[in-house]
């Protein structure tokens, strides 16, 4: 399973980290990938890291980081300069398609979702 965390409340122009960790999983063999769904919103890519090179959702791109520490089972998403309109829960998920996923048809497994509030 995928348990993700780190979410919360914060203020515009601040930073939160989000993990998500994995168990029972081989993580090491699949691609990591971000979304988000907001109130109302279908559920939105925010960005995927694989073998083959990193993507974002070009909203998020120069404010978000994406990695990893396959030595525990972990993937990361770093966000800087965040903005009203990242608000939303935010899933990590884990994909075995071989190129970099941006849809979420191609995630196989699924954590259960962090809430990121930003305020103006």
């Known amino acids: 399973q995928l348990q993700a965390s780190g979410g919360g409340l914060v203020q515009a122009g601040e930073s939160l980290s989000l993990s998500c960790a994995a168990s029972?999983?081989?993580?090491?063999?699949?691609?990591l990938g971000w979304f988000r769904q907001a109130p109302g919103k279908e559920r939105e890519f925010v960005a995927a890291?694989?073998?083959?090179?990193?993507d974002y959702n070009d909203s998020v791109r120069g404010r978000f980081t994406i990695s990893r520490d396959n030595a525990k089972n972990t993937g990361y998403l770093q966000m800087n300069s965040l903005k009203p309109e990242d608000t939303a829960v935010y899933y990590c998920?884990?994909?075995?398609?071989?190129?970099?996923?941006?849809?979420?048809?191609?995630?196989?497994?699924w954590g259960q979702g962090t809430q990121v509030t930003v305020s103006s």
């Open positions: 029972g999983i081989a993580f090491r063999s699949y691609n």
């Open positions: 998920a884990l994909s075995s398609v071989v190129n970099i996923p941006r849809n979420s048809i191609d995630y196989r497994y």
């Open positions: 890291l694989s073998r083959v090179g990193i």
